[in-house]
C-alpha cells in the first residue's frame, strides 16, 4: 500500500483525476496480472512510439475507471505506478517527486518519498528497459 491518503480533500470526489486522461504505462508484470482477470491486454493497452505500453483511454478515462461507481475496476490488482502515484520518478533530476496535479499531494512528506523511492525508481528502470527492447506487454 502506498503511504500516503488519497483524495481526503473531495476534490477527487466526482472524477479521479488520476484516472482521466491516464498516460500510465505498464509492465509485463502488471499486464500478466490483469490478463489474470479476464481481461485482454490488446483491448485495454496501447504501444507509444517511444515503446511503452500505456493503458488505452475511453471517453477521456483509463479503460479501467468505472464512472458509474467512480471506482477503479481492478484496483486491488491496478498498475504498480498506480500504486504509487502521485510519488513518481523525474527522470531529467534524478529522484522522486510528488506530482501536485493530484489534490493529495500535499499530504505526501519526505518519509513518505524516502519510503518508497527505491520501488518507484526501480519500476521506471524496468519500464524503460522494456521499452527500449521494445519488449514490453503491448
Ligand atoms: S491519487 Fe490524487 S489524483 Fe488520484 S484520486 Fe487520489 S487525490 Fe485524486
Ligand atoms: S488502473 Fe485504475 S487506478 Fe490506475 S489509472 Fe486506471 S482506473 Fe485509475
Redesign the pocket.
Known sequence: MPPFKCNHDGTCTEI?L??TD?E?TLTKKDAKRIDALGYNREDYLIRMDDGFCQ?RNIEGR????NPDQLT????SH??EG?KYYPIVYNVEKGKCVVDYDCPSGKTVTEEDIEEICDKVKFLVTVLMKEADCRDGPC
Open positions: 479521479r488520476c484516472c491516464t500510465m493503458i483509463c479503460y479501467f475507471y477503479c475496476r481492478i484496483y491496478r498498475p498506480c
